[in-house]
């Protein structure tokens, strides 16, 4: 997809989401508003954990099985990680750079 049609992309669920957001808050006020944001907040923070977590998994057992040498094997994983590094659904270590 082209860098501007995920900007489209990006920019609808943005929408969509602030509307949904502003819908509650009308509805419940304050509070459900704030309820609301919290829950999206613990859901990115638990969605990042898990992720991180699945790819020290898949570490471990690209280790484990030995194929760390294996050249395929690395770039694959090296893409999986700069894809979900890029959508923002990982996030870069300070060991990184």
Do not use: C, P, W, Y
């Not at 006020?29 to 020290?56: N, P, V």
Request: charge should be negative; proline fraction near 0%.
């Amino acid at each position: 997809m082209s860098e501007e049609g995920e900007e489209k992309k990006e920019n609808i669920l943005d929408k969509l989401n602030t509307a949904f957001i502003d819908f509650v808050g009308g509805a419940f006020g304050e509070s459900g508003k704030d309820f609301i944001e919290d829950t999206s907040e613990k859901i990115k923070e638990f969605s990042s954990a898990s992720i991180k977590q699945f790819m020290e998994f898949s570490d471990t057992v690209i280790d484990n099985l030995k194929l760390s040498e294996n050249e395929q094997v690395m770039k694959m994983r090296d893409s999986v990680e700069d894809l979900l590094k890029q959508s923002g659904l990982l996030e870069e270590d300070e060991e990184d750079f």
